[in-house]
């Protein structure tokens, strides 16, 4: 194959904008299973279900997909923190979160799944936007702003989630749960109540992740399972609960798949996040940037 | 009961199920059974690593899909009977999951659990890229309708169906043998607290090796002569997350401490399953499954055999 230097510097741009997606898509779990060790593989099913929400609205108000995930942030919180307080009374509290906690978010996964398959079928969903079609170039580079406006949202979002973590008081109680949750109840604070708001931000994340998903690509409802590989080989591969390597891990993973998907073809695509997460495991399992 | 004791029995119950559907002569029953027969192995298969090491497999289609398509790879190099095929399909599953194992089961049990969710995603990216095994579009595996052994000539169905009420036979024996053996013992072990159980010089990685390979092995048994039973593989009905969810929700809902849970499991959701897909529709059909496993990880965390003790020892007590 010839391999031209514009092809190969389009598809790291490209690459890049997806990766900056992809830290959206994983900033909820690198709360959710980074910081408070909860397995959430659920989480796909709740960024698909905001992806719905936003195809929902969208076409038939016409409102813009990321206003409408951003007015749905507090609908994810508290589902989030109804789905922690389940979590918490039925598996942590009596040490069972190994087992069934795990087949409990594998049975939210799948209902959210199937019942969205029984509510807007199989078929491709697509929204409308003013962004999406046109793109800028730069020169040699081409970037579509389909890509480029979710990858500047995501960015928004991660640097914000970041300085709540490490700047607001709340932020800092999350870093101590995540620490030490012992001390912190000796310390008189509920650690409960700081994961379940935790959790809940992780799950108000989905909404804004789902509208980008939905942006980028038609989704339908099996969609988010192709995510789960891929988040959670991004969150191990950045450390777990580091939001700095989230992010990196997020831009590298994207784009090492699209120079796969460029020159092998995108059905192999799916196979690199799988590689890498069981080369990390195998060989660094506190990620590239773990403690 | 002994082993010899309890094999002889389950066969017995085997051979009279054979007998009650060769008595009723409907195909339709051969068709039924076997899928919830093949619901029966994936269970205690899953129960064998899940159930008794407290290890959660997400990866069940994935070991079902291996055995299959081995089938459908020797079936184009060179027809082989379907027995030897179940064994080649259990040595690759198993291997596999060997494998698996190994990369990931010195770790803590949620990155094992990630790991065999995203197996599924790479060995169906695998399969449909490969074309000699029928790539996206599927194979063809065409049977004749009858087969000739030892002179007698049997229909297909039955013949696949006495062979998965065989395999159901064994893995349930297996099962049973492993809850009452000294490797029984070490799971459990394991399950209830590994920290202790390696301290007090239980071989961890090596027994959770052991139920990887034997978990995966059977996974594969089931999987290998599913080519011939659907007669057209696409890796779209080999990969179904049905195989996944099922052989979870089967011995979670039945109960996961012991062989008779996911047999319960089975035999309850596969008949509701077959019931349903027919009379409703198979997604609705899958909704039930999952806001049943849902529901009894809340509220019945034993399963449907840990509430019938429950009300035993009660009914004892008072």
Redesign the interface.
Known sequence: MDISADLVINAIVAGLLLGGFYAAVTAGVSIS?GMLGI?N?AHPAFIILGSYIVYFVNINLGVDPIVVSIVALPVFYALGALVYQ?YYL??EK?G?E???G???F???L??T???L??VFGVDYRYVKAAYIGPSIHIGLIDMPLRMLVPCVTALTLFGAIELFVTRSFLGRAIMAVSQDQLALELMAADPIRVKRVAFGLSIATASIAGALLVIIQPIEP?VG??Y??RV??IC?LGGLGSMPGTLIAAMLLGVIENLTSTFY?P??A??V???F??LT??FR?AGLFGR | MGVVKFSTAAIGVGLLVLAFAHWLKLDYFYFAGYTILQFIVLATAWNILGGYCGYVNFGSAAFFALGAYSTVFLHKLYPLPIPVLIVIGAVVSGMVGLGMGYLTLRLRGAFFAIATLALAVVLQTLVVNWEYVGGSRGAYIVSSDTIDIAGIQINYIEYLFVLMLALAVIALATARTIERSQLGFGFAAIRDDELAAETSGVPTLRLKLIATALSGAFMGMAGAPFPYYISYLQPASAFGLEYTVNSIAMPMIGGTTSWIGPLVGAVLLGTLQQYATVTISSAVNLLIVGLMLVGFVIVAPNGLVGLVQERLCARRGS
């Open positions: 299973f397995v593989i389940v039925s598996f009596r069972q190994s087992l069934r795990l087949a409990f594998f049975g939210l799948f209902v799944e199937v019942s398959i029984l099996s399972r192709d789960i590989g959670f080989a191990v073809g059905s192999w799916p196979a996040a799988f590689g997460l069981l495991l195998a399992p």
